[in-house]
Nanobody, 115 residues
Framework: QVQLVESGGGLVQPGGSLKLSCAASRAIFNIKAVAWYRQAPGKQRELVAQRPNGGDIIYADSVKGRFTISRDNTKNTMYLQMNSLEPEDTAVYYC?????????WGQGTQVTVSS
């Protein structure tokens, strides 16, 4: 079974930056898409960014121009670079890897944007 381990969350002031990482316990094959989601208190989980294999990257309107999703296949790791953070970005962030047959989730990492 694949495990996804997230890191990089924390407390940051408005306007600051964080880079989230999501490392897979082993190489994953037949990836259809990698994505980051987030869930704020009292709200539903929402898509932040998705990088389909061979397709266009999708960003939520609220993060366009501020967040960047990427992956490093040599390290079995995906990233979310978050710049110009706003208090509204406060949430638990989850990574997701979807293959032909499975969907894997990280355990979540807390991001808090506050002065």
């Amino acid at each position: 079974q694949v495990q996804l381990v997230e890191s990089g969350g924390g407390l940051v002031q408005p306007g600051g930056s964080l880079k989230l990482s999501c490392a897979a316990s082993r190489a994953i094959f037949n990836i259809k898409a990698v994505a980051w989601y987030r869930q704020a208190p009292g709200k539903q989980r929402e898509l932040v960014a998705q990088r389909p294999n061979g397709g266009d990257i999708i960003y939520a309107d609220s993060v366009k121009g501020r967040f960047t999703i990427s992956r490093d296949n040599t390290k079995n790791t995906m990233y979310l670079q978050m710049n110009s953070l706003e208090p509204e970005d406060t949430a638990v962030y989850y990574c997701n890897i979807r293959t032909t047959w499975d969907s894997f989730w990280g355990q979540g990492t807390q991001v808090t944007v506050s002065s």
